[in-house]
């Protein structure tokens, strides 16, 4: 199969240092969805299904695992999605995680990780839990989330991305209390146009470091924004480009968000 270089989308400027081996000819990606019976908020689940479609648009197979909270998490998976929640089965979702190890593991293994919005306070240090205490996270990003005390952050985000990533802007439904502070091993994924994105104000959405990502967005967030999933394929695959694939639903649904939400000058 060739894999004409695709204009649209950048190389990311880490690729290198991944040092993950190309599965390129490999027949199947191995994508596991953590815990939906726990973490999707706001159909979230529908990344897993933006991802496996998009692999499958350029001729990719894929292996789908659902992982459920009772069963362990893989740790040979390359990509891993895990999404939003409400507070206490975020509680719970966390506790599990730890007690699993599983993917802490996979992370360790190189593996990719994109989380949203209680998935992302929870690979970061820590949270404020549902019972008001601080409750360990995973480690995985160098972020901590505290409790807002103002209101919810609430609303569609616009967000200019990281251009070391080379992505377009990024919409997204945004709808949580914690504020997320950012520390010195991660760094933004995105600038909110519009919206509160981590809550501080200063203007930061969502952290990344190496192939492990958190961002506020739902919507879900792979829907609005195909070209977060094709740069996890391109990572999982190790290319700086992937053969073209059909995106006009996604650019009616992209045209409509962004209509529809505000851009201040
Ligand atoms: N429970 C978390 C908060 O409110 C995350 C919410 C969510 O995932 N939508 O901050």
Known sequence: MSYPADPQFQQPQQQQ??????????SSLRLVWVYPDLLSTYGDRGNALVVERRARQRGLGVTRIDVRSDQAVPTSGDIYLIGGGEDRPQRLAAERLRNDGGLVRAAE????????????QILGREFINDLGEREPGLGLLDVWTTRGEGSRCVG?????????????????????????H???GVKPLANVRTGRGNGTGDG??????????????????MA???????????????????????TTWYDALRAERIAATSQPA
Request: hydrophobic content about 40%.
């Open 182 to 184: 950012l520390g010195e």
């Open 156 to 180: 569609d985000v616009l967000a200019d991305v990281d251009p070391a990533l080379g992505l377009p802007q990024l919409t997204g439904f945004e709808n949580h209390q914690g504020v997320t």
């Open 204 to 221: 930061t959405e969502g952290a990344y470091r190496d192939t492990v990502f958190g961002t506020y967005l739902h919507g879900p967030v």
């Open 224 to 246: 609005r924004n195909p070209a977060v999933a094709d740069m996890l394929l391109k990572l999982a695959l190790d290319v700086s480009a992937l053969p073209p694939a059909d």
């Open 109 to 120: 293994n190189g593996a990719i990780i994109f989380s949203v919005c209680a998935g992302y």
């Open 17 to 26: 240092q991944y040092g993950r081996p190309s599965r390129m000819n490999e």
